[in-house]
């Protein structure tokens, strides 16, 4: 936890949450950020929104913080923050009715469920709180549903009932273990699903990764390399997490404008392909660093299994390639053929597509089946050439508006993306 007096304060632009306290060290409020220095500045820049401690914040004599890896982790920390604390400002003047709740249930195959502060209110004299096995939060202006989703691909938790006739959509995607065939026993289910989901919802998620890793291990030495490659890629999933999404609500809620045009995204990664016809055809990828080409990451593609030309097509190899360096290697690579890659390369912030929505399209469905939440935005000019228009894959408010602010950035990625394309074809022309 790091401590700031008020004066010329500088955070970390990383996720986190900030806590303010009073002159009589008593803790007043906690927030949750995208940007730690972006939001608690705001603060201090004039900026406001309606909620009760921008009244109070000459109260606040001093702020602590705590930076996260990820928004989920940041959610999750305030949360613990609230139950434990109950900061004034977090709890005066709010409606802890509209405030969620994460549920795990004591069936069989215990359940996973958000549930709201009211419902558990009208649950008292029929269903108590009893029923359920952990209960988590409470989480201010949750956003359930991409939460739920997120956790689900992080941890493959089941939605289904066991003893169907058939199994689940989620089981044919690789998101359930097998609850709905009984292929995973409720023991099992226990100490692969729940139990660390539990600890990560308990904001232990270092911990989590150490004891997932030392299953990894003990799975590759006892050769169920199946095992060892899943336990491998939830590791490497915890380890980024991609959560935009949650941004919709949970933080735009309680964020301003200022946040939205300052949300961060470090990493970008542009794609285009070149072609000559029905030969010569050749993928890019350049990666860009706080709005700075890194050429070092530059990745070039010939395309392999693609006969005749469809761009789209081209593009998708070239995404599932880039994909199979995505997950770091297990120790000892090479051994049961456990590794996907030999060499890794880390997940950007956001893919941007030298195409529309054909092409985001495309790479948006190669994501879903691998569990991948990264924004996908597309870039082309538009009619006559004059202007660039841009393609979403999700109504996103946060990177919406980050997109907005940013576009000349996104250009400068597509056009070099589109250069080292082209460079790359006529060096292949030249080698014939």
């Known amino acids: 936890?790091?401590?700031?007096?008020?004066?010329?304060?500088?955070?970390?632009?990383?996720?986190?949450?900030?806590?303010?306290?009073?002159?009589?060290?008593?803790?007043?409020?906690?927030?949750?950020?995208?940007?730690?220095?972006?939001?608690?500045?705001?603060?201090?820049?004039?900026?406001?929104?309606?909620?009760?401690?921008?009244?109070?914040?000459?109260?606040?004599?001093e702020i602590k913080w705590q930076a996260t890896d990820s928004a989920l982790e940041a959610i999750i920390l305030e949360a613990e923050y609230i139950k434990k604390h109950l900061p004034k400002y977090n709890v005066d003047g709010k409606d802890d009715k509209s405030w969620n709740?994460?549920?795990?249930?004591?069936?069989?195959?215990?359940?996973?469920?958000?549930?709201?502060?009211?419902?558990?209110?009208?649950e008292q004299g029929t269903r108590s709180k009893e029923q359920y096995k952990y209960m988590f939060g409470p989480y201010p202006g949750l956003n359930t549903s991409a939460t739920m989703k997120l956790l689900r691909r992080l941890f493959h938790f089941s939605t289904c009932q066991p003893d169907q006739k058939r199994p689940c959509l989620y089981y044919e995607m690789g998101e359930c273990l097998g609850v709905c065939t009984r292929e995973i026993s409720p023991r099992d289910y226990r100490a692969k699903v729940i139990r660390p989901l539990v600890t990560f919802l308990h904001g232990r998620k270092k911990q989590l990764i150490k004891q997932l890793e030392i299953s990894m291990r003990k799975a590759a030495k006892a050769e169920d390399f199946e095992e060892a490659a899943r336990l491998r890629n939830q590791i490497g999933s915890l380890q980024r997490i991609q959560d935009i999404a949650l941004l919709n609500k949970s933080f735009v809620t309680d964020s301003t404008s200022?946040?939205?045009?300052?949300?961060?995204?470090?990493?970008?990664?542009?794609?285009?392909?070149?072609?000559?016809?029905?030969?010569?055809?050749?993928?890019?990828?350049?990666?860009?660093?706080?709005?700075?080409?890194?050429?070092?990451?530059?990745?070039k593609f010939k395309i392999r299994t693609v006969e005749g030309q469809s761009d789209v097509d081209c593009l998708a190899e070239v995404i599932e390639r880039r994909l199979r360096h995505g997950i770091p290697p297990l120790v000892g690579e090479g051994k049961g053929g456990v590794s996907t890659s030999k060499e890794y390369w880390p997940l950007p912030d956001i893919f941007l597509i030298d195409g529309g929505k054909p092409q985001i399209n495309r790479v948006k469905q190669i994501f879903t089946e691998q569990g991948i939440t990264i924004p996908i935005i597309g870039i082309v000019k538009g009619p006559e050439r004059k202007r660039n228009d841009i393609f979403f894959t999700e109504k996103n408010r946060a990177l919406i508006a980050w997109a907005a602010a940013n576009q000349k950035i996104l250009i400068a990625v597509r056009d070099e993306a589109h250069r080292f394309a082209i460079t790359y074809q006529r060096k292949t022309r030249e080698l014939k």
């Open 1 to 61: 936890m790091n401590i700031h007096p008020l004066e010329n304060i500088i955070l970390p632009d990383n996720p986190g949450i900030y806590l303010f306290y009073n002159s009589q060290k008593e803790l007043v409020y906690v927030g949750k950020a995208t940007s730690l220095r972006d939001r608690v500045g705001s603060y201090f820049k004039g900026a406001r929104t309606p909620r009760p401690i921008e009244a109070m914040i000459h109260e606040v004599a």
């Open 101 to 122: 709740y994460i549920v795990i249930s004591k069936d069989e195959y215990p359940r996973i469920q958000t549930i709201r502060q009211h419902d558990l209110v009208k």
């Open 258 to 299: 200022y946040d939205l045009q300052a949300t961060s995204y470090r990493r970008i990664e542009g794609y285009d392909i070149s072609n000559l016809g029905t030969t010569g055809k050749v993928g890019s990828m350049v990666v860009f660093t706080n709005g700075v080409p890194d050429k070092n990451q530059y990745r």
